[in-house]
């Protein structure tokens, strides 16, 4: 496959039930140093509605002091003055916890934080083993805050909880919401060049290069002048669209009327899709798995000129790349320097529109990479009729930011040989389908649509999905994202 290869990053889900108000379980934690803060650090949004003090753990999860008194009983910390001021947005990053051990007394038991008022709680002590504990929550031992004995004995003591899966969401914010706030930002090199794409009426085959097996009096998207393989002796040109046109289109995509027979259906209506058409598909999928409160909201920035080229990201030909370090920060501080407030969004997509294809620069891109609620894609500027493989490249790499994992694998297991193949059955959108392949869909988080048994090594063996129309999001990620 000649795309940028993809990688898997994910921090799994934390007592995915209990978070069943989020519609995409959007629970990972998160750096303090990504907040300016660190460890033991104290905050509070003043100035919001709610003007509570949190601890934060260098885990990226904090705890609420329930009231003065408690707080109080920790003055080394500096009371009220040695308090940071956040945002909300800040505070609502880091996950509240309410899992607490007497450190003071050295005692192992955890307790689970049952609220019962505004400014009251009871303690459960946990009753389950640690191992159990770790398999019901990886991050278990993560959220645990150590009090000391003043406050431990200021709480009245319940019933014991047998399981993990028994302690409350333990959190003072009643406001819930499902809107997940996606901010993409995008970024150019210099004297960028964009690719262009014609929809135009073929009036004469003969000597002409047809890329999508025309007759003559049909309407086509076509490859447009930039890439110079069309001439206007074969098409009359109705319209032109450049690369920008399209991708930050705001009506998300531009749809036109073509005969073009693809994958054995005739299609009549091609959409070439705009970053803003990702709301519209996952808000459609996950209608699919009777999750109806989905709301994404997007957000485009830039493209901003980079002075100098990014660094290039994770290794190639693994299968897996890595975000390194030199990557994320060089695209975080070069958002920041424009201004961008990482703070107003859930995940954020760095986007870096290469076109080395067109430009002839030497510089072609960095491997797409994933971690955490930031993702980092090149997406080329030279755009194909009926692609739309950047959208494609986009929505995979959100995904992984929701919690989704990859479901091909490289190179393929069962068929060294070939570069990557599905897994079977998670990347398979229709198992019960006869005959099984070809598939007609792919699973977004696959990137592939299987024409045959995976590493079956026949020519065909499967396409990239080239336009977001082909992909669904399958069973094994709707379970990811806590949609089922
Ligand atoms: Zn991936």
Known sequence: MNKVFNTRYLVHLVL?????????????AVRP??????????????????????????????????????????GH?????????ISPSTRDAFITSGLFR????????????????????ILHWINTTGAQAVIDDPNFFKKVFCINNNEFNWYLKGSDYNSVNQIPVYSRDTTSTSTVRVGIIEFVPQNVVYGDVHYAYLKKTSGCWLSSGGEIGNYYWVSGSNQSIHSSDCYDILETYS?????????????????????????????????????????????????????????????????????LGGRWGVGEGVCNASLTEFFVNEAISRGVDESQYDV??????????????????????????????????WRLPQEDEGVVTLAHELGHSFGASDYYTSPCPQNPTLWSCVKDPEGIPEPNKIPKYPQTKGCLMAQIIAYNKPGSDEAGDATSISNLNQAVICDATAREFGWR
């Open 348 to 381: 954020i997509a760095y986007v870096y529109l290469g076109d080395w294809q067109l430009s002839g620069r030497s510089y072609e891109g960095f491997t797409s990479c994933a971690t955490g609620s930031k993702s980092f894609m090149t997406v080329t500027t």
């Open 102 to 121: 007497n450190c003071e007394a050295n005692d192992e038991k955890v307790y689970g934080l049952e609220s019962t008022g505004e400014d009251t709680s």
């Open 77 to 85: 910390l500096g009371g009220f003055a040695k308090v940071k001021a």
């Open 33 to 74: 140093s990504d907040y300016d803060l660190k460890e033991g650090d104290t905050t509070s949004a003043s100035g919001s509605d709610d003007p509570d003090v949190y601890i934060i753990n260098e885990h990226g999860y904090k705890r609420l002091f329930l009231n003065p008194v408690i707080f109080n009983f920790y």
């Open 16 to 28: 995915a039930g209990l978070f069943s108000f989020l519609v995409f379980n959007l629970t990972y």
């Open 243 to 311: 690369f920008l046109d399209i991708f930050n289109n705001l009506s998300k995509g531009i749809s036109k009327n073509v005969q073009r027979t693809i994958y054995g259906e005739e299609d009549t209506m091609e959409t070439l899709h705009s970053v803003y058409y990702i709301k519209d598909f996952y808000e459609k999928e996950a209608l699919k798995y009777g999750v109806s409160d989905l709301a994404i909201d997007i957000d485009v920035k830039g493209p901003y000129m980079l002075a100098s080229d990014p660094p």
